[in-house]
């Protein structure tokens, strides 16, 4: 699934995480106030996508661990830019739905 991003300049920060619970609030809450995050779970067995997704990154799993390029190669992956012609239309759309 590819999220779709849709600000005219942004910094996307991708954060590859395994069994990270204890420190990934704080990363996120500390990021999300100047870019939008993609956290990639890589296999965790604790908490670390349940507490990035509810702090409002954007999370994709990996079912075992493999590895921090992997994890930023998932988390990078999965974004996907609109150009501002799309914005604009998609904003329209979203208004009148």
């Known amino acids: 699934m590819k999220w779709l991003l ?6 996307v920060a991708a954060l590859p995480a395994f069994n990270e619970e204890r420190t990934i ?3 996120v809450l500390l990021a999300r106030r100047h870019v939008d995050m993609v956290v990639c779970d890589d296999g965790s067995r604790d908490i670390t996508a349940e507490i990035a997704e ?22 990078l992956g999965n974004v996907d830019v609109q150009s ?6 998609s904003e ?3 208004q009148t739905a």
């Open 92 to 94: 329209q759309r979203r």
């Open 6 to 11: 849709d600000k005219k300049s942004f910094v």
């Open 54 to 75: 509810r702090l409002g990154a954007l999370v994709v799993r990996h079912r075992k661990n493999m590895g921090k390029g992997a994890a930023l190669r998932t988390a």
């Open 84 to 89: 501002d012609e799309t914005c604009a239309k």
């Open 25 to 27: 609030a704080r990363v």
